[in-house]
């Protein structure tokens, strides 16, 4: 009973963020849960807001008749509505019920939107370090992953971008605040990145779309102000999910909205329903649309994730290791202090630190800290880390 | 900002189901929902037994911290071993966790099955009438349905599947019991299947995959034995959901089971939670796993279904439409009394009753009739069925 041979091939080169989950898991056997410093998956610790806890014990308490039956392929009409609302809010464009559609979370978005627009051997464009997973999207749905180097600071390079879209372009799939770095794009990237797509576009004859992973878009510090890529570029289509702002990843749910100021905005809409049904997601879980519906502007405590990322930033630095301060997500990008991400990252192992080489992220030399842990697992990890460091500057003296 | 030219023309050949569900909701705006009889949609109208909302009250009352967390992308061991622990029973094979990848529906389950073992260009077989959503999900990994008759009573047709057998098959997807027919293979047509099956991968060289798609699996009348594949071929891959036993279609929980007498069933089960992961699903909803882990044996109450057959089957034969008496799912698939299913479909309409013809499930002449509503609705629409069968007896005249 053979497998697939395209799936043969991409099980031998096994995802790089699985792998070393699953040293980990032994690495936990060996030592105990309580003695390895897991940050290899982004998987946050914090519970969901008691708000979610409340909605789930009323409903569970008077459960409503047909809850859990099937609906229209794009989710209930309420929670469709209910988030067009907020986005309104959020871009003051006019986003109405239609123009979201409910899915199993930012990854099955994805899918949904590139099935939606994909024809064999389209591209799109993604700037690396990137979130691996894209590339197997990409791919689902016969397209191809072209991937553009970003500025040192992980910012956009526009003009990598500029020079990588041509004939074959679809899309431009950018993530922020961004998985592996945690940098969070600016307005003027955003507006520059708007102004080239509509240039590219006149240029190519037909529009090219902005697709924006925001699945960590409640998740920033420093009071920054999140640029919105819908006012920025008409043909934006955000993909996002409650897995990380109402801490919800294994449930499940999320949407994609399509800008209200895209012409054919309707057409993408019926396009990503019909994906959405038949590449089996049908929709997105019932009993969850329900309870996000009303908990629009509510989110985890931000703040945990900040005071996280600052002991470890600040510590990390003091140790010497050089790294971009990342404004956003719970990720850490530094660079490894030897060239080999997977030597280094081995080392961390010895010392029972769990993160993944930046070659997963299509960035070897780095290595990826996932922090959604609880604050002992840093504070448990640290000694560990400034000793690497201590031997790897000893090393090199 | 152009959608994809395949789901373009995929878009205007849109399934019939979803046509007669639109054309059916413009019918309740004009004579309101009451008034209008509708076996569009397989939707179950029986809420969940009892003991899924007591498991519900019972996890919002008392919430197992970080139970909304991501799980292993094959799902809880938890809930893997309770299936296992139930298809051991059933089967009487040695079943294990490990044999078990919990995912998102049963559609999720195919497309990750079709997904694990095809190839671009690789034939699935498909007796038919059939659900026409299979031919996206085989389409989504490359592969190509190839259809083959089934006999006049809907049951297998064994030498149409000998002769489709050739180099590029690669599996035989059976669904029973069948949605469009509501019947159920008997054990004799499984145990000639596996024969067949065991002979043409001997003369192929390799093992032929047997996916059987057993969503309504718990759906049978009259007290008949369901066979079990799992004991007429060893390479057999069981696709299932909760949607219809437990009446969770819109939570979108559901699993895929490889056997254990497959010789490579860890590189299948390697490749499906591979598939689970890439296509999007990520895992099946978490807090779904969580309540059905401990109902593998509960279901709603089959006998409401089978009175409701028994209703519209005795009912539809007295008015001298011809059909299968159906013993499983909640579908009946009479001949339409005239050659074209459609225009018998909107006589049907006018007397505001929805069906959908019998070429949406690839073969005209027939309709399909869902009825998993509630008995009045049946009640409701039998003057209707009645009268159009006399207008047309009486045209034939």
Chains 1, 2 share one sequence.
């Not at 030592?31 to 569970?60: M, T, W």
């Not at 006019?94 to 939107?113: D, I, S, Y």
């Not at 990390?316 to 997500?329: E, H």
């Amino acid at each position: 009973m053979a497998i697939s041979k395209k799936v043969k091939a991409a099980l031998n080169g096994a995802s790089w963020v699985r792998r070393m989950f699953e040293e980990g898991e032994e690495l936990k056997r060996l030592h105990g849960e309580e003695n390895v410093y897991d940050f290899s998956l982004g998987n946050p610790n914090l519970e969901p807001p008691a708000s979610l806890k409340k909605a789930l014990k009323a409903l569970a308490d008077c459960p409503v008749p047909g809850m859990h039956r099937y609906m229209p392929n794009c989710g209930y009409s309420d929670t469709r509505k209910a988030i067009a609302e907020y986005l309104k809010e959020e871009s003051g464009l006019p986003f109405e019920e239609k123009h979201v559609v409910m899915t199993v979370g930012a990854a099955g978005g994805l899918n949904v939107v590139l099935k939606a627009i994909l024809d064999e051997g389209d591209e799109v464009i993604v700037p690396s370090p990137y979130f691996m997973e894209f590339k197997s999207y990409i791919e689902n749905s016969g397209g191809q992953i072209r991937l553009v180097e970003t500025n040192d600071d992980f910012s956009l390079n526009l003009s990598a971008i500029e020079k990588a879209i041509g004939e074959k372009t679809e899309a431009v799939l950018v993530n922020s605040p961004n998985n592996p770095t945690g940098v969070v794009y600016d307005q003027e990237s955003f507006e520059k990145l708007g102004e080239l797509l509509k240039k590219k576009s006149r240029q190519l004859g037909r529009n090219l779309h902005l697709i924006t992973d925001e699945a960590y878009r409640r998740i920033v510090f420093d009071q920054i102000h999140l640029p919105n890529a819908f006012c920025c570029y008409p043909h934006t289509i955000r993909v996002t999910s409650h897995s990380k702002d109402l801490s919800l990843p294994g449930e499940r749910i999320g949407y994609v909205a399509v800008s209200p100021l895209c012409e054919d905005a309707d057409e993408m809409i019926a396009a990503a329903v019909f994906a959405n049904r038949t590449l089996g997601f049908v929709n997105a879980p019932a009993l969850m649309q329900r309870l996000v519906a009303p908990l629009q502007k509510n989110s985890v405590n931000i703040r945990e994730y900040e005071e996280k990322r600052d002991l470890f930033y600040n510590s990390l630095t003091a140790f010497g290791y050089q790294l971009v301060k990342p404004q956003g997500a719970f990720y850490l990008f530094p660079k490894a202090p030897i060239e080999d991400d997977v030597a280094f990252v081995k080392e961390l192992q010895s010392k029972r630190i769990l993160t993944v080489p930046g070659r997963g992220f299509g960035k070897p030399g780095y290595f990826r800290i996932a922090y959604a842990v609880n604050r002992k697992v840093i504070e448990g990890a640290l000694p560990g880390f400034k000793e690497v460091a201590e031997k790897y500057r000893a090393e090199k003296k």
